[in-house]
Nanobody, 123 residues
Framework: QVQLVESGGGLVQAGGSLRLSCVAA?????????MGWFRQSPGKEREFVAA????????IHGDPVKGRFTISRDNAKSTAYLQMNSLKPEDTAVYYC???????????????WGRGTQVTVSS
């Protein structure tokens, strides 16, 4: 089992930045998990944001956030991060952290989920 807790969400003006954190706890070593970030806004399906390999050497980012968001991890701290720059109103959503033995751009590849953190971008 893995427990995930997100933090760092909030209200920011368009063009601003936020950094989300996801702390993992449990019996599964963090360094063996692929970590991902997804987001969901009202009336829309859960959308892939970014994922990072267990080592941190490989990352992928969804097209809507490429060049603006960056996923990273610190295995010593059992924490994954999502640095979000140049935020836009359309980035407003609940952001979820996810973990799994394998992972990619599809939500059903992940076994564990956090409860989410709200990000609101005002225009």
């Amino acid at each position: 089992q893995v427990q995930l807790v997100e933090s760092g969400g909030g209200l920011v003006q368009a063009g601003g930045s936020l950094r989300l954190s996801c702390v993992a706890a449990g019996r599964t070593p963090f360094s063996t998990l692929v970590m991902g970030w997804f987001r969901q806004s009202p009336g829309k399906e859960r959308e892939f944001v970014a994922a990072i390999s267990w080592s941190g050497n490989s990352t992928i980012h969804g097209d809507p956030v490429k060049g603006r968001f960056t996923i990273s991890r610190d295995n010593a701290k059992s924490t994954a991060y999502l640095q979000m720059n140049s935020l836009k109103p359309e980035d407003t959503a609940v952001y979820y952290c996810a973990a799994g033995r394998v992972g990619g751009g599809s939500w059903n590849e992940y076994n564990y989920w956090g409860r989410g953190t709200q990000v609101t971008v005002s225009s």
